[in-house]
């Protein structure tokens, strides 16, 4: 089959297109014909070998999968040949067929683009699971969003204004910012140029905020946390940052606040009925128009280098979709 080959660990430039072998798929495993794939910050960290997981080499970069199901391997009985479907394979998606576990399967309803559905529907599903089932997001109540301009972050602040929630973002430009508003975001923060901690007390008026959604780590979060109210929920979704914080651990005693960790991945495995009833109402949100999702660019498949590199530019605010099929 045609895929993007990545033979060694370095930079999208060593990309290159090629042949590898067609996949089988294994036992609880389906086959799916690849018709577009999204292109995630993990992605490239993947290539690159700093990830926390690492393929064997050589493999094809890609996560987020919509195809069709063509072949369904032993013991999966919950899915059918012909499924249109979200697949989350962690890689190899950039290829003309990929084989996914089918826990990691999702069948998209008629209505959802498959092009919606490879930008939007993992980041979404991951701040909608945070907001909902972990900090328990109520409307009237005020949200931060640290990288509000992220692909998590843009989701979270739609989500929050969905809810009914107050809705601060905060993120390192007014380029982001603006994009923020655009979104739904109430109020801004440039956390580059302004006091975090400080502007979090006059938005709030001195009452701090109920919920922190932060896939950042690094120097913002002990400002983000010191800006939390009493009874306020911090939500710890990844640290993009690339450092993980210390956390003074008085902040939580005297705050009476709660550090929530958020990994959507085993939530979606264990608890697989709630997770089939956050993505219907996802599901049913985009069909109304209440929430829009990403703005995607599309790419051709020989042009998924060019993808991949502009994630190291961080000045594309739009969701890169390779198209396959």
């Not at 290829?95 to 490879?118: C, H, M, T, Y």
């Not at 991951?126 to 301009?149: D, I």
């Not at 982001?176 to 302004?194: D, F, M, P, S, V």
């Not at 709660?258 to 939530?267: D, E, H, L």
């Amino acid at each position: 089959m045609k895929a993007v080959i990545c033979e060694k660990f370095g930079a999208p430039e060593m990309l290159k297109m090629g042949e590898l072998d067609d996949p089988k798929p294994r036992e609880n495993q389906v086959l799916i014909q690849v018709e577009v794939c999204g292109v995630s910050f993990p992605d490239l960290l993947i290539m690159q070998g700093t990830y926390q997981f690492k393929p064997e080499l050589p493999f094809s970069p890609g996560g987020e999968v919509v195809g069709n199901i063509i072949e369904l391997g032993e013991g999966v009985d919950n899915l059918k040949v012909g499924d249109r479907v979200l697949a989350l394979c962690r890689w190899g998606g950039f290829a003309e067929k990929v084989a996914v576990d089918s826990d990691r399967v999702f069948v998209l309803p008629d209505g959802i683009s498959s092009v919606l559905a490879a930008s939007s529907l993992y980041t979404y599903s991951t701040s909608f699971y945070a907001l909902k089932n972990r900090a328990q997001l109520k409307a009237g109540e005020t949200l931060l969003v640290l990288g509000a301009a992220g692909g998590i972050g843009l989701a979270a602040v739609e989500l929050g204004r969905a809810m009914g929630a107050k809705v601060i973002a905060a993120a390192s430009s007014d380029e982001k910012l603006a994009l923020c508003r655009a979104k739904g975001a109430h109020q801004t923060i440039n956390y580059e140029t302004e006091d975090l901690k400080g502007r979090i007390k006059e938005l709030t008026n001195g009452l701090g905020i109920n919920v922190v959604l932060d896939p950042v780590g690094g120097k913002y979060t002990e400002s983000a946390l010191r800006g939390i109210a009493w009874k306020g929920r911090y939500l710890i979704v990844g640290f993009a940052n690339g450092e993980i914080p210390k956390i003074p651990m008085n902040l939580p005693l005297l705050k009476g606040c709660s550090i929530v960790g958020v990994f959507w991945g085993n939530f979606s495995k264990v608890e697989a009925e709630q997770n089939k009833s956050n993505l219907k109402q996802l599901y049913e949100w985009m069909l109304e128009g209440k929430i829009a999702g990403h703005t995607a660019v599309e790419y051709e498949f020989e042009d998924a280098k060019n993808a991949i590199s502009v994630l190291q530019i961080r000045s594309n605010f739009k969701k890169g979709i390779i198209r396959i099929f």
